[in-house]
Nanobody, 125 residues
Framework: QVQLVESGGGLVQAGGSLRLSCAAS????????MGWFRQAPGKEREFVAA????????KYVDSVKGRFTISRDNTKNTLYLQMNSLKSEDTAVYYC??????????????????WGQGTQVTVSS
């Protein structure tokens, strides 16, 4: 397993931007599919975005398309999520996740075998 640590969360006004980072330990990062999930209070954890091992393929949930961008830097063992035009409904704890295989349909919450501890994103309206 790989160890994942998220950072970059915080409080932002609606319409603002944040960039989340996920630092991974271990030399297997470049072989892993990576993703972001989020969980709002009282709701189930939901898929947000995923990226293939080489960054060549990405998937997004419809609600963030055009606003969020997932990327990775395999030389730094780091995953990113650039979030623009934030809305109050984006408020949640955001989790970084790693999976052994790329899922062309995105990343189901049963796919990852490693999770980060989460970082809070709060969007005020």
């Amino acid at each position: 397993q790989v160890q994942l640590v998220e950072s970059g969360g915080g409080l932002v006004q609606a319409g603002g931007s944040l960039r989340l980072s996920c630092a991974a330990s271990g030399r297997t990062f470049m072989s892993l599919a990576m993703g972001w999930f989020r969980q709002a209070p009282g709701k189930e954890r939901e898929f947000v975005a995923a990226i293939s091992w080489d960054g060549g393929s990405t998937k997004y949930v419809d609600s963030v398309k055009g606003r969020f961008t997932i990327s990775r830097d395999n030389t730094k063992n780091t995953l990113y999520l650039q979030m623009n035009s934030l809305k109050s409904e984006d408020t949640a704890v955001y989790y970084c996740a790693a999976a052994q295989a790329w899922n062309y349909n995105g990343m189901h919450k049963s796919d990852p075998d490693s999770w980060g501890q989460g970082t809070q994103v709060t969007v005020s309206s």
